[in-house]
């Protein structure tokens, strides 16, 4: 089975903010886009845990731990997104990426 048209666009969008090229012949080979999106989430997931470390203690040296949560908001929503269960390459492909794509439409809207 092949991915939506309308799917596949917006995942080259979502793929292409975060500087992954990808082509029209991914809708063909959904288990590809899918281990594509698992180690793209692995990857993101240690450099937002780092992050939000990092903008933690630089409030508390600043004394700003108010600004903890402003600053990290955006960070927050996108840890919600790629801490759901849903990242396993075991799942089916197309399945995980209707989920995938559900997650981050109730999240961004």
């Given amino acids: 089975m092949n991915l939506s048209r309308s799917l596949l666009n917006d995942f080259i969008s979502i793929l292409s ?3 992954y090229k990808v082509n029209d012949e991914w809708h063909k080979k959904p288990e590809r886009l899918w281990e594509l999106i698992i ?7 240690k450099e937002i845990d780092y992050t939000l ?3 933690f203690n630089l409030c508390l040296l ?15 929503r996108i840890n919600h997104l790629l801490e759901q269960s849903i990242y396993r390459l075991d799942n089916n492909p197309e399945k995980g990426l209707k989920d995938f794509h559900k997650i981050i439409l109730s999240t961004y809207g």
């Avoid at 180690?39 to 997931?45: F, G, P, Y």
């Avoid at 402003?70 to 927050?76: A, D, G, K, T």
């Fill in 62 to 76: 600043m004394e700003e731990e108010e600004q903890s949560r402003e600053l990290n908001f955006e960070l927050f």
């Fill in 39 to 45: 180690n793209v989430r692995e990857n993101m997931k």
């Fill in 17 to 19: 903010q975060f500087g």
């Fill in 53 to 55: 470390r990092m903008n």
